[in-house]
């Protein structure tokens, strides 16, 4: 291990809690923002270069490219847990056959989900009463994301093992670099060789391949445990079984969440493709927000999984409660600035005056109550560390069950407000509910130490 990961490493054993989450939370955050500028920068130059129709189909695309994404990313965070505790207790020679066994079923499983891609999702989007040219556009892009979706995986896979191994830096410089050369690329293959919606996925792809050779290549050169032989590459039996324990409650909790939002979308197609490319547009305003819960929460699983692993019980509380503070902290300032801006916001995705009003009723009604859904964040993120993911993945499954069935019956009667009440009442209940649950929780995590 070299110094600075065994600093770093350390600094989760040992040091003050609030440096120390803001430390390695810091290039989590920045990670999690130039990951989202990959659809952020998509939407923007398809709006601006290529007009209403291909943004449309992007727009409808991104839920079910979004479920798939989810999907990945939490088979990935599911693994990063373990591999953290295993970190944790330097239980170096586990690490490697865990790593190994996931990689290989993580590949296998991309394989299948992309197979599912291709079969069904132009059917499902037909089914939703999609206009016909709207659907052509959106398979223009998904066949191409669907075809590169191993990379995205291993990009993925990596970043999580590498954090939750103790290096947040690197995955970030990686994501830095790739966003940058994403955004040139898309101006380049839409811009200036007209490759229309093509050039916008072939960008994606490219930069999640360009992403995965540099991570793989760091992390067999530069962290031992992680370095694979081709006699490693094996599947164990028996750890695929704790893997998938691990693995599929986070990948599940992260897909409904996205299957929800798609469900609701499908509410809203008869109030009218303006409404619904508003909403979308409004989403990715609001998964933007998330990149900073998010990344405060994951660096909250890292420092907990870590400390369990190694035995250190009682600084999971001070974890937990200084997630609290900074979390409130990011939501009241991001909140104060979508609540002033959230017209200038919206309107960097398109000029047409319609969409932007539709997503500024969804952005602008949500500020403040963003606070409800980033103190989730905290509560998922202590329960993900401790091992617990399959009381997240039910907390979610439930939240995102109650908000389709309110929205089935609230957006006839008040469109994308509708939306809005629905969504916040699932928040308000997982933190009055898993978060009672969890403070009883830390309390007695924190006393075994």
């Known amino acids: 291990m070299s110094d600075r990961k065994a600093n770093q490493s350390e600094a989760l054993l040992n040091a003050a809690p609030l440096p120390t989450l803001l430390i390695f939370a810091v290039p989590i955050i920045l990670g999690n923002v130039f990951q989202q500028l990959y659809n952020i920068v998509d939407a923007m130059v398809v709006g601006k270069f290529l007009g209403d129709l291909p943004l449309s189909g992007i727009s409808v695309a991104s839920p079910l490219m979004d479920i798939l994404y989810a999907l990945i990313l939490g088979g990935s965070i599911g693994v990063g847990v373990l591999v953290g505790q295993l970190c944790g207790a330097e239980d170096w020679e586990r690490l490697r056959r865990v790593h190994a066994t996931a990689l290989l079923g993580g590949c296998g499983i991309t394989f299948f989900l992309s197979l599912l891609g291709f079969l069904f999702t132009e059917r499902v989007l037909l089914s939703q009463g999609t206009d016909v040219s709207i659907v052509a556009q959106a398979m223009a892009y998904l066949y191409i994301i669907f075809g590169g979706l191993i990379f995205c995986f291993l990009y993925n896979y990596y970043a999580a093992i590498l954090r939750s191994y103790g290096d947040s830096r690197t995955p970030f410089v990686v994501l830095l670099v790739s966003s940058t050369l994403h955004a040139a690329l898309d101006v380049l293959l839409c811009g200036a060789v007209h490759l229309g919606i093509y050039g916008v996925a072939c960008s994606t792809v490219f930069c999640q391949i360009f992403s995965t050779v540099w991570l793989v290549c760091y992390a067999e050169k530069r962290v031992p445990p992680l370095r694979l032989t081709r006699s490693d590459l094996r599947l164990d039996p028996r750890l695929a079984k704790t893997i998938l324990s691990y693995a599929w409650a986070a990948a599940l909790q992260q897909a409904v969440v996205m299957i929800g939002r ?52 009682a600084r999971v509380r001070k974890f937990y409660f200084t997630g609290v503070g900074v979390e409130t902290a990011l939501l009241l300032i991001l909140g104060t600035v979508v609540r002033l801006f959230a017209p200038q916001i919206l309107g960097l995705f398109s000029n047409n005056e319609a969409v932007i009003a539709a997503g500024v009723r969804y952005t602008g009604a949500m500020a403040y109550l963003y606070l409800f859904a980033f103190l989730g964040e905290v509560i998922q993120g202590f329960f993900r560390g401790i091992g617990r993911l399959r009381l997240t993945m039910v907390a979610s499954l439930l939240q995102v069950v109650l908000r389709v069935v309110l929205s089935f019956f609230l957006i006839p009667l008040r469109g994308i407000s509708g939306i809005c009440a629905a969504v916040v009442t699932g928040w308000v209940l997982l933190v009055l509910i898993e978060g009672s649950y969890s403070l009883r929780t830390v309390k007695k995590t924190g006393s075994e130490g």
């Open 262 to 313: 798609f469900l609701v979308q499908g509410m809203l197609t008869p109030l009218g493709d303006t409404s619904v490319t508003g909403y979308n547009m409004s989403l990715r305003v609001e998964q933007f927000l998330f990149c900073f819960s998010q990344g405060v929460s994951a660096a909250m699983v890292v420092g907990i999984s870590q400390n369990i692993g190694h035995g250190n019980h």
